[in-house]
């Protein structure tokens, strides 16, 4: 699993059935310190994340065993939008808050 930064949407009117009623999000990865690792990609949305959401990513056959992905052609699905995430007692990211320095 991997973290991102919903960076954008995808609009096609046209695409494989199975795909039919699925968000498709643009995000960014990013690395172990919150930072954007300039990396993107196109995911499913399993849990109606929207712009700016800090969220959990599920990436290869796993991307395919959610409830709305099941048999569905992905490689990349969202599967939890971040809360807040502490190391050692520090908070890192609040959703309220934003990334801490």
């Known amino acids: ?14 695409k494989e059935s199975n795909l039919n009623g699925l968000k498709l999000l643009v995000i960014s ?9 300039g990396k993107t990609a196109v995911c499913t949305d399993s849990v109606s994340a929207g712009p700016g959401d800090v969220v959990l990513l599920c990436s290869s056959s796993s991307a395919r065993l959610t409830r709305a992905t099941k048999n569905v052609c992905t490689d990349n699905t969202i599967v939890g939008i971040i809360d807040s995430i502490s ?11 934003g990334i801490s320095k």
Do not use: P
């Open 1 to 14: 699993m991997q973290l991102g930064k919903v960076i954008g949407n995808v609009v096609s009117v046209r």
């Open 29 to 37: 990865y990013m690395n172990e310190k919150l930072q954007m690792t």
């Open 87 to 97: 190391s050692s007692g520090n908070i890192l990211y609040h959703k309220k808050n």
